[in-house]
């Protein structure tokens, strides 16, 4: 595994090989926005999602008709070695290409490249996916960023807000016991509100699940400093909120293009909600991007 640091005069970040993320993300005045993988909470930091975000039931789900996918959470991206193809002081691309491994879990000869871009106290991040095969690919993809919480010493979890962009009404999917999301059992998380005050109690059941935000932003901010960090994800059609259930002192704030497999859903991977399809010699990009306030 190696690290790379991109800066420029506002903002400083360290990627690793490993998965191809995010490890590190400064500002000017070295305060660490990005949370550094404690273990005794949750050992990930900013994981890269793809082809899957969450879980298939049981693992495994049919795919182009007689073949078979199948993986762990969050799918094979997170675990594998990146390849550094490019890199500035201010730009980065990470590239994993289809192996013996990867064709056992999931039967496409896919390229996924990172993209890492800082513009003022922003990084871009983007996932291109590009499809080498013979046959159209199903895929999703998702990033996982997760930022201290409290970000300064003195300060509580509780002080802390998740503001949206627009007033929202969001009704959560619960997670049923396989991680399965049941869209038949919802709790309201907002109510004509732009404002989420943060609280431990609200990931005792996992993460919030957003899949009807009219907001295409979502911030991490102090509720009474001008302080934090918010995330952009104009192509992402679905938004996840989450930390551990053991109190920990972070808040994930995930873009997702997919979910996990629906209790209503069959166990055919492109009849997964959000599931894109890319055609043989194609490719597509879709980026988020995180602001240090």
């Known amino acids: 595994m190696?690290?790379?640091?991109?800066?420029?005069?506002?903002?400083?970040?360290?990627?690793?090989?490993l998965g191809a993320e995010i490890i590190s993300m400064k500002d000017s005045n070295e305060t660490e926005y990005l949370w550094q993988g404690n273990?005794?909470?949750?050992?990930?930091?900013?994981?890269?999602?793809?082809?899957?975000?969450?879980?298939?039931?049981?693992?495994?789900a049919s795919v182009s008709g007689n073949k078979t996918c199948s993986f762990g959470r969050h799918g094979l991206a997170r675990k594998k070695e990146f390849t550094l193809e490019s890199s500035t002081n201010t730009s980065a691309v990470y590239?994993?290409?289809?192996?013996?491994?990867?064709?056992?879990?999931?039967?496409?000869?896919?390229?996924?490249?990172?993209?890492?871009?800082?513009?003022?106290?922003?990084?871009?991040?983007?996932?291109?996916?590009?499809?080498?095969?013979?046959?159209a690919m199903p895929y999703c993809v998702g990033g996982h960023p997760a930022f201290n919480c409290p970000i300064s010493e003195g300060e509580n979890f509780e002080d802390y807000v998740v503001t949206f962009?627009?007033?929202?009404?969001?009704?959560?999917?619960?997670?049923?016991?396989?991680?399965?999301?049941?869209?038949?059992?919802?709790?309201?998380?907002?109510e004509n509100s732009a404002i989420l005050p943060v609280k431990h109690s609200m990931f005792y059941d996992d993460a919030l699940i957003f899949d009807q935000l009219k907001s295409r932003k979502a911030c991490l901010k102090h509720k009474d400093l001008d302080k934090g960090i918010c995330v952009t994800f104009p192509d992402f059609d679905y938004l996840g909120i989450w930390s551990s259930a053991?109190?920990?002192?972070?808040?994930?704030?995930?873009?997702?293009?997919?979910?996990?497999?629906?209790?209503?859903?069959?166990?055919?991977?492109?009849?997964?909600?959000?599931?894109?399809?890319?055609?043989?010699?194609?490719?597509?990009?879709?980026?988020?991007?995180?602001?240090?306030i």
């Open 2 to 17: 190696n690290t790379v640091q991109l800066s420029n005069d506002k903002i400083s970040i360290t990627l690793k090989s």
């Open 165 to 190: 962009e627009f007033p929202e009404t969001a009704h959560c999917a619960k997670l049923d016991e396989n991680a399965l999301i049941d869209n038949s059992h919802r709790v309201t998380v907002l």
């Open 95 to 135: 590239s994993l290409t289809a192996d013996d491994e990867t064709l056992q879990q999931y039967p496409f000869h896919f390229e996924l490249q990172m993209i890492y871009e800082l513009k003022d106290s922003s990084v871009k991040v983007t996932h291109k996916v590009i499809n080498h095969d013979s046959i």
């Open 246 to 292: 053991n109190d920990g002192p972070f808040v994930a704030i995930e873009p997702w293009s997919g979910t996990s497999t629906c209790t209503d859903e069959d166990d055919i991977f492109e009849h997964k909600r959000g599931i894109r399809i890319l055609e043989p010699g194609m490719e597509e990009s879709l980026s988020y991007t995180i602001t240090i």
């Open 39 to 60: 273990p005794d909470y949750w050992s990930g930091q900013a994981p890269v999602l793809f082809p899957i975000v969450g879980c298939l039931r049981n693992g495994t």
